[in-house]
C-alpha cells in the first residue's frame, strides 16, 4: 500500500541552522510527492512537489530531492528563520495504484528561536 | 483567484446540536477533500467527491457524519448529534485532476468546539 513515514517532532533550532526533516515512502506505483507547511491557525499550502525519481522541488529557500532508491524525499533548508516555524507534512499521490487522494506523514513542528 | 473558502472560521456548540459546515472548491477543480486535523490523530481524510459523486467515505467516523456536493461549487459536512470528541479543526480541499501531481488547494478550516 501507499504511506509516509516523516520525521517525529518537534524540532527546535537557532534562526541560521541548517534544517533537515526526513520523508520516506511506500507506494505501489510511481507516485508523486509533496511537501506541505501549515502556520499557525492556517490550513496546508503546497510548498514543493516532486513528480518523477531526480527531480528537486524547491521553493522559498527549501529544497526536496526524490530518491527512487531510497524511496525518500527529505525536506532541507541551508539557514531557517524565525518565520519558517510551522508545521511540515510529506505526502504523496500514486494515480497509478489506483489511489485517489495525498497520502499524508503525522507532522513534524519545526520551530525557529531568535 | 479567491481560493478554497470554509465556512464558519469557528463554531462552538452544544453537545446534541447539529453541525453544518460549508465549503466552495476553486472553479474549475473537479475533486474535493475534506479533512479533520486533531492533535491525538493528525489529519484525517473523511470523504472526497470526484465530479460531485462520493467516491470513498470509508473514513467517516460514523453515521452521525454525512457531506454533500449537490454541485460543482459547493459541498456540506453536516454532523447531527454532534458530540464533545468531535471538537476539531475540520479541512476543505479541492484539486483539478486529483492523483496528477499537481496538489490541493486547502481552505483556511473549520475550527469546531462542542462543549
Known amino acids: 500500500g501507499n504511506s509516509v513515514t516523516q520525521m517525529e517532532g518537534p524540532v527546535t533550532l537557532s534562526e541560521e541552522a541548517f534544517l533537515t526533516i526526513n520523508c520516506t515512502y511506500t507506494?505501489?506505483?510511481?507516485?508523486?510527492l509533496f511537501w506541505y507547511v501549515q502556520y499557525p491557525g492556517e490550513g496546508l499550502q503546497l510548498l514543493l512537489k516532486?513528480?518523477?525519481?531526480?527531480d528537486k522541488g524547491s521553493n522559498k529557500g527549501f529544497e526536496a530531492t526524490y530518491r527512487k532508491e531510497t524511496t525518500s524525499f527529505h525536506l532541507e533548508k541551508g539557514s531557517v528563520q524565525v518565520s519558517d516555524s510551522a508545521v511540515y507534512f510529506c505526502a504523496l499521490s500514486d494515480p497509478l495504484s489506483g489511489a485517489n487522494n495525498l497520502f499524508f506523514g503525522t507532522g513534524t513542528r519545526l520551530t525557529v528561536i531568535p | 483567484d479567491a481560493g478554497v473558502i470554509q465556512s464558519p472560521r469557528h463554531e462552538v456548540t452544544e453537545m446534541g446540536q447539529e453541525v453544518t459546515l460549508r465549503c466552495k472548491p476553486i472553479?474549475?477543480?473537479?475533486?474535493l477533500f475534506w479533512y479533520r486535523q486533531t492533535m491525538m490523530r493528525g489529519l484525517e481524510l473523511l470523504i472526497y467527491?470526484?465530479?460531485?459523486?462520493?467516491?470513498?467515505d470509508s473514513g467517516m467516523p460514523e453515521d452521525r457524519f454525512s457531506a454533500k456536493m449537490p454541485n460543482a461549487s459547493f459541498s456540506t459536512l453536516k454532523i447531527q448529534p454532534s458530540e464533545p470528541r468531535d471538537s476539531a479543526v475540520y479541512f476543505c480541499?479541492?484539486?483539478?485532476?486529483?492523483?496528477?501531481?499537481?496538489?490541493?488547494?486547502f481552505g483556511s478550516g473549520t475550527r469546531l468546539t462542542v462543549v
Open positions: 472553479s474549475g477543480h473537479n475533486s
Open positions: 516532486a513528480t518523477k525519481a531526480d
Open positions: 480541499a479541492s484539486s483539478l485532476q486529483s492523483g496528477t501531481g499537481l496538489g490541493y488547494t
Open positions: 467527491f470526484n465530479n460531485n459523486v462520493p467516491i470513498d
Open positions: 507506494a505501489t506505483g510511481y507516485p508523486s
